[in-house]
């Protein structure tokens, strides 16, 4: 999945450039940074803390409590889960999506939990813990569109998405033309005043906002085949690391604890 | 408008500001004016490889987006392995940004005192050095008090980028809020009231400055 763009449409371009000239840096096999080495679970309880990378602004997966307090989400519960097993403490770095690899790839974090969906780039890029998210991609217009009823009637049409989520290349495969967002509630605000015809995006978020919003005049008329798998980026060759890690999420669903902080925020197992 | 939301986040929003933007906008333009006259002075010197020096830095900076600048000192620097804290790194990044711009500033400012003043120090016995430290610099303090303004007022709201590396700012706080409300619109104008109520605090000792510099001239 996912998503945001910066608060300003000129950075954002600069940003996605940059994030592409660096993802292309570390993928030539003499890249000199210490950071394309690696983490093993030796180096993180050496130094007894998991540097969570988040954006907190992406709700409710990473946000903060009533907008100003501590930082919380189905996301920060489930590393913090996580770093409790491997018997580390958590800290939280924050910053915008599109800063978040970057960030990554240079060390300054040693991990992304920010519903980072798996896909093929990412995976040559990163290496990628299990999933603890499953949840299909969905097509929303408004109530009022009849025009568009499955994502064949796309062509054409214009569907509001953030330029680094893999929802833009859903939406821009089945024809529509793109209009560029921050994020999911940029993208409904446009569809909402009827400036953009459709947008893609995985089926949490808009469970979400239908459940804080209440009647929000948009509706689901298609989902994806394939359900995106979110998991925790590391950086790449962080095997060690990645493989404590999915131990930790065996035991975290086997104890029913995934499940129970599913079910705190979207009523209903979302982790598998 | 939701007035009771406006009113909740107002202070997280002020709050922001205090210790976020004012602090990283106060410490880069007091570097950054440093970074300038130095840059200005080679660049007037007439030392070639000093003045070469000087153009480059001032067209690099001038040259790529605030954001780059920001990125490499923050996600670049460290596979050289100089691995710099995000309070440092905005810092540096925005000192030197406020450098290349107040650098050509200054060096209009300098140009634009009239070159009889260079040589009435001289024939007074004071030297290259002293002329400029008591006559020169002093008047171009004055010509240059309104664009350095503009500068630091610009700088401000730039600030706005240091979110990008790890920086809680005042835009920062009203984009955890918004995410949260998902009231985009109505939060980030209440960070623009915000960012326009400093603004009006800094003219306003803009134009202190300006009446007290103006005791160098004769009326």
Redo the contacts between chains.
């Keep these: 999945m996912r998503k945001k763009l910066l608060s300003t449409v000129g950075a954002a371009a600069i940003a996605v450039s940059l994030a592409a000239c660096s993802a292309g840096a570390s993928d030539a096999p003499d890249a000199g940074a210490e950071a394309s080495d690696g983490l093993t679970l030796a180096e993180v309880q050496e130094s007894g803390e998991l540097v969570v990378g988040t954006e907190g602004t992406y709700r409710p997966f990473s946000y903060h409590e009533g907008g100003s307090g501590a930082l919380t989400g189905y996301d920060i519960e489930v590393v913090t889960a996580v770093a409790e097993k491997l018997g580390v403490e958590v800290t939280f770095e924050e910053t915008q999506w599109d800063a978040i690899f970057a960030g990554l790839q240079s060390g300054r974090f040693d991990i992304i939990a920010n519903q980072v969906s798996i896909n093929d780039e990412r995976e040559a890029a990163y290496t990628m813990s299990d999933p603890y998210t499953v949840s299909p991609g969905v097509l929303i217009v408004a109530d009022s569109n009849t025009e568009i009823a499955s994502f064949d009637d796309l062509s054409g049409f214009s569907s509001a998405q953030s330029l680094t989520s893999n929802w833009y290349e859903v939406a821009v495969g089945y024809g529509a033309t793109v209009e560029a967002v921050e994020g999911w509630a940029q993208a409904a605000e446009l569809l909402t005043q009827g400036r953009v015809d459709a947008t893609v995006n995985d089926e949490l978020t808009f469970l979400d906002f239908e459940k804080t919003e209440g009647d929000t005049g948009l509706k689901i008329v298609d989902e994806t085949d394939d359900a995106s798998l979110n998991a925790f980026a590391l950086p790449k060759g962080s095997d060690d690391l990645a493989a404590a890690i999915n131990e930790a999420l065996a035991e975290l669903r086997a104890d029913g604890t995934l499940a129970a902080i599913s079910e705190s925020y979207f009523g209903s197992d979302v982790s598998e | 408008m939701d007035w009771e939301l406006f009113w909740?986040?107002l202070w997280?929003i002020v709050r922001g500001g205090l210790v976020g933007t004012i602090p990283l906008s106060i410490a880069s333009f007091a570097i950054g004016l440093v970074i300038a006259l130095l840059v200005a002075l080679a660049r007037i010197s007439g030392i070639r490889v000093l003045s070469g020096i000087a153009r480059f830095y001032v067209s690099v900076i001038r040259g790529t987006?605030l954001?780059?600048q920001l990125?490499v000192i923050?996600?670049?620097l460290?596979?050289l392995?100089l691995?710099i804290d995000p309070w440092p790194s905005a810092v540096i990044a925005f000192s030197l940004n406020v450098g290349g711009y107040a650098a050509e500033v200054i060096r209009a400012a300098i140009l634009s005192v009239p070159k009889g003043q260079w040589e009435a120090g001289h024939t007074i016995g004071m030297s290259r050095t002293t002329t400029l430290r008591r006559i020169i610099l002093p008047q171009a303090a004055r010509v240059s008090v309104p664009p350095l303004s503009n500068t630091f007022i610009s700088l401000v709201k730039d600030t706005?980028?240091a979110?990008?590396?790890?920086v809680?700012e005042l835009?920062?706080?009203a984009?955890?809020?918004?995410?949260?409300?998902?009231e985009?619109?109505m939060i980030?104008m209440e960070a623009a009231l915000v960012y326009w109520v400093f603004s009006l605090v800094l003219s306003t000792a803009q134009s202190r400055i300006e009446k007290r510099l103006d005791r160098y001239v004769a009326h």
């Design positions: 909740v986040s997280p987006p954001l780059v990125f923050f996600y670049w460290p596979s392995g691995l706005s980028l979110s990008l590396i790890l809680t835009f920062r706080e984009q955890k809020i918004a995410a949260f409300s998902q985009f619109v980030y």
